[in-house]
């Protein structure tokens, strides 16, 4: 079977699982710095969704260091089978946050005018928190079209 970059058990899986778990973190980190986020319902399912999709990325992120320290092999199809349902899910949680938490800032931004200088608004937090959920989205999209893939070649 070819290898594709992002596969189970390799330093490419690693290294995206790995930077998959970093911009989560950071996302989380920029919206919990923002103050009244917590007010938005919102932007509470993009913490909620980036915190399931860092543990998730953690753990598969911990196997794939098991895998590579003891030389075992990741891709077995009911291995495989679970990492397309869980990339797939988490994939689709972490989307619909991201576009929620995206839609309520362009409604605050740019149609109700409330991110002007003067607002206690912290928008740009708030935007950077959700380019970060972008960002992280991409790399789960990445990962679960490489796990569905491998799916496909068994």
């Not at 973190?25 to 860092?54: D, K, R």
């Not at 869980?86 to 800032?105: E, F, I, K, Q, R």
Request: with cysteine.
């Amino acid at each position: 079977m070819k290898e594709l970059i992002g596969s189970p058990g390799t330093v490419s899986g690693l290294t995206l699982r790995i930077t998959q778990c970093a911009f989560a973190a950071a996302s989380i980190a920029v919206m919990v710095s923002a103050s009244g986020f917590s007010t938005y319902t919102a932007f509470c399912y993009l913490i909620a969704s980036m915190g399931l999709q860092l543990l998730w990325s953690f753990g598969l992120a911990c196997l794939d260091v098991y895998a590579l320290r003891r030389k075992r092999d990741l891709q077995n199809p009911v291995l495989v089978s679970l990492f397309v349902v869980g990339d797939w899910v988490t994939a689709m949680l972490s989307l619909a946050a991201a576009c929620s938490s995206a839609g309520v800032v362009v409604l605050y931004a740019r149609d109700l005018y409330f991110c002007r200088d003067e607002s206690h608004l912290p928008c740009r937090q708030f935007e950077t928190s959700i380019i970060l959920a972008f960002i992280t989205w991409v790399l789960i999209a990445m990962s679960s079209h490489v796990m569905f893939w491998i799916l496909a070649s068994f």
